[in-house]
């Protein structure tokens, strides 16, 4: 499969060399030092899976390529209309363009600037970063995707791709109404993220300071009130849901946008806390905590 990755960072990376192993055509699109040492060197993915160095196509635009079958895009959110803007010229009436992102708006986005048809929504469940130029960290478990439809269903495409994945050693699933799930995960960080970011703590010791862990509950209930207003899904008994979930994560987990945040690298809570706060304004709900966390943030976005 002829695939591009726009967007060579923790997931696209990680995505894009396990492709690449299992036999793909794959171009991984960076920029800075990190594309610097890819072209080099190749990119180095280092994981409980199994660690390699990919000796790949490394570019900062595609311009002169031949169309793909398959654009990931793993950009953060804040370059998303810019990542779609690369992904326009290399299109073909059935290249499917999958966004594995965090928020709930990006899809639309990639769907305003290249058509409906070529989206497919995706979630993330991994933790991994570049560790250092040319190099990608996968940290715990084994990754896990979801992917679909946005009308919410699993079309033929989706089969093929989850195919693809399995293929390469990708626990890839495709899944009816991803909607809902982007939401999900979308509620489940604004707290993670936003909690950690914001107390420059792991989330173990987040929960064992009751002035924290109620900060985290209530930001929690506000994206979920939200999510619920805004006809997403009842989502019932979520809030414990996510409780639980949280309480499950060792103790010193923290997020994407705390090891951002602590790298000195723009962060994403305007995707996150900050879309709480202006949904809050627009279905007229109350985010007190969300407010409190974005204040404090929003310099760093």
């Known amino acids: 499969m002829h695939i591009a990755i726009i967007g060579s960072g923790g997931v696209g990376g990680y995505l894009g060399a396990k492709l690449w192993k299992a036999g793909n055509d794959v171009t991984f699109v960076a920029r800075g030092n990190h594309l610097t040492v890819m072209q080099q060197s190749g990119l180095r993915l280092e994981s ?7 000796k790949s196509t490394f570019t900062d635009n595609l311009d002169s390529f031949m169309p793909f079958d398959l654009i990931i895009i793993g950009v953060k959110s804040f370059d998303t209309e810019s990542a779609a ?23 639309d986005i990639i769907a305003h600037s290249l058509g409906n048809q070529h989206v497919l929504g995706g979630v993330a469940y991994i933790f991994s970063t570049i560790g250092e130029p040319g190099v990608i960290r996968h940290e715990g478990g084994t990754g896990k995707f979801k992917f679909g439809e946005m009308d919410g269903t699993v079309s033929d495409r989706c089969k093929k791709l989850m195919q693809v994945f399995q293929e390469a050693g ?3 699933d495709a899944v009816e109404n991803i909607t809902r799930i982007l939401w999900e995960k979308w509620i489940f ?29 209530e930001v ?29 994560l060792p103790h010193q987990s923290t997020s994407s946008m705390y090891y951002d945040l602590m790298h000195g690298k723009r962060i994403e809570v305007e995707a996150l806390n900050g879309t709480v706060v202006r949904f809050g304004k627009e279905v007229n709900i109350q985010t007190p905590a969300n407010e409190k966390i974005y204040a404090a943030l929003k310099q760093f976005a």
């Not at 803007?85 to 899809?107: F, W, Y």
């Not at 909690?195 to 064992?208: F, K, N, Q, S």
Request: proline content about 3%; glycine content about 8%.
């Open 170 to 172: 990708i626990k890839g």
């Open 220 to 248: 929690m209930s506000e994206a979920v009130l939200i999510s619920r207003e805004k006809g997403i899904d009842k989502f019932t008994n979520i809030e414990e849901k996510m409780l639980a979930h949280y309480r499950r």
């Open 85 to 107: 803007k690369l992904a326009r010229p290399v299109l073909k009436s059935d290249t499917i363009v999958l966004s594995i992102q965090n928020g709930v708006e990006n899809e």
């Open 48 to 54: 409980p899976e199994g660690s390699f160095t990919t």
């Open 189 to 217: 960080i604004c707290g993670l993220s936003g909690m950690t970011a914001y107390a420059r703590m792991p989330i173990g010791e987040i929960l064992a300071d009751a002035s924290l862990n109620s900060m985290l509950q």
